[in-house]
């Protein structure tokens, strides 16, 4: 059974760092690419970024609202994908869901999410 | 950026059929995922790859894409539908994954 789950979230002062964590579980990790997605409180989903598997570079794409201060990394050994979030801003604040990227281009399997809050 | 909409709401009675609509440039040229999520729930893919259901889905669910606009149906709806319905597209020209901006759906 495919199982993805996040942990790291909390409460963080606007400027600050946090880093989520996406333990996986029940498929060949390295295999695919991994996607963060979030939503922010009454909000719809949006992309935060993806790292590709190693077979295609290990790549990382992201989102204009988070490229240059968000970094996506993957340690296949521990079937463990990574969101390093800096410079927090309180528009940052949403449920961070993991994802396992499909072949066509869906996401066919998500975490339960991990709650960010980004307030003073 | 690639742009895709959607109703904010749609009402259908039980027993009903709900059309979920996505409209995007040219997004029958491309391949769509659908995702319900139900209140505190993370998302599920029903529909992908425009059509196509993931095991353990309903063949209530069923989707189309042609020419700018991508539909997902359910027919015979039941009170357990009601939920949040998301599009949703890779773009390949830019690298990035695409949310349409969600459809709620209630059971009357």
């Known amino acids: 059974e495919v199982q993805l789950v996040e942990s790291g979230g909390g409460l963080v002062q606007p400027g600050r760092s946090l880093r989520l964590s996406c333990t996986a579980s029940?498929?060949?990790?390295?295999?695919?690419?991994m996607s963060w997605v979030r939503q922010a409180p009454g909000k719809g989903l949006e992309w935060v970024g993806f790292?590709?598997?190693?077979?295609?570079?290990?790549?990382?794409e992201y989102a204009a609202s988070v490229k240059g201060r968000f970094t996506i990394s993957r340690d296949d050994s521990k079937s463990i994908a990574y969101l390093q979030m800096n410079s927090l801003k309180t528009e940052d604040t949403a449920v961070y869901y993991c994802t396992r990227g499909g072949i066509l281009g869906d996401f066919d399997y998500w975490g339960q999410g991990t709650l960010v809050t980004v307030s003073s | 950026s690639y742009v895709l909409t959607q109703p904010p709401s749609v009402s259908v009675a039980p027993g009903q059929t709900a059309r979920i609509t996505c409209g995007g440039n040219n997004i029958g040229s491309k391949s769509v995922h659908w995702y319900q999520q139900k209140p505190g729930q993370a998302p599920v893919l029903v529909v992908y790859?425009?059509?196509d259901r993931p095991s353990g889905i309903p063949e209530r669910f069923s989707g189309s894409n042609s020419g700018n606009t991508a539909t997902l149906t359910i027919s015979r709806v039941e009170a357990g539908d009601e939920a949040d319905y998301y599009c949703?597209?890779?773009?390949?020209?830019?690298?990035?994954?695409?949310f349409g901006t969600g459809t709620k759906v209630t059971v009357l």
């Open positions: 790859d425009d059509s």
């Open positions: 029940g498929f060949t990790f390295g295999d695919y690419a």
């Open positions: 949703q597209v890779w773009d390949s020209s830019s690298d990035f994954y695409v």
């Open positions: 790292i590709r598997s190693k077979a295609y570079g290990g790549t990382t």
